[in-house]
Structure formats: structure tokens, C-alpha cells
Nanobody, 116 residues
Framework: QVQLVESGGGLVQAGGSLRLSCASS?????MAWFRQAPGKAREFVAF????????NVADSVKGRFTISRDYDKNLAYLQMNSLKPEDTAVYYC????????????WGQGTQVTVSA
């Protein structure tokens, strides 16, 4: 069973930055970030595929958030800049094999709170 552990969340003022980390117990081809704000559905933030190099970020965070990976250490990062109060959410790391249709593995989430 693959385990994902997120870290790096916290409280930051609007305009500030945070970097989230996700440690995976095993290599997974695709790693991604999702978020869920109170009372809202979980939404996609970004993904990065090792085998193809494919990557994408949601329009709502494009130009502000960047996903990266350290393949040697099985880590994924989400660099978040120019944070806005509407970025406040629990951020989840997810992973899957290249052939999987849905994300098989999820972390427990880390809270990000952006104050105005």
C-alpha cells in the first residue's frame, strides 16, 4: 500500500508563499495536488507525470502555483506564490500509476489558510 504524507501547510497572509511537500513510500508515475475548501467539492490543482513529462495546473492557480518532483527521493512539491484568501483549503497529494484511470492513493491532507 502506497503511503503519501503531506507537509508544509500553515497560515500565511495574502500575497505570501508556501511550499507543500508530499512524500511517497513508493514511486508512482503520476503525482498530483488537489484541494478542498469548506463547503466545496474537491478540485484539481496540478499534476506531473514522470514517464511523459506531462504537467498541468488549474486555471485558477496558473502562473502562481508550480508542481515539481524529486524522483530520487519520491517527493512532490507544490510551490504556491501570490496566495489569495480563496486559496484557503485542505490540500491533498494524490498518486497513481500511468495506466490507472483514477488516483489510487491519497494523503491525509494539509491545511492552508490565507488571511486577507
Amino acid at each position: 500500500q502506497v503511503q503519501l504524507v503531506e507537509s508544509g501547510g500553515g497560515l500565511v497572509q495574502a500575497g505570501g508563499s508556501l511550499r507543500l511537500s508530499c512524500a511517497s513510500s513508493e514511486h508512482q508515475d503520476v503525482m498530483a495536488w488537489f484541494r478542498q475548501a469548506p463547503g466545496k467539492a474537491r478540485e484539481f490543482v496540478a499534476f506531473l507525470t514522470r514517464s511523459s513529462g506531462n504537467t498541468n495546473v488549474a486555471d485558477s492557480v496558473k502562473g502562481r502555483f508550480t508542481i515539481s518532483r524529486d524522483y530520487d527521493k519520491n517527493l512532490a512539491y507544490l510551490q504556491m506564490n501570490s496566495l489569495k484568501p480563496e486559496d484557503t483549503a485542505v490540500y491533498y497529494c494524490a498518486a497513481k500509476d500511468a495506466t490507472a484511470y483514477t488516483y489510487n492513493y491519497w494523503g491525509q491532507g494539509t491545511q492552508v489558510t490565507v488571511s486577507a
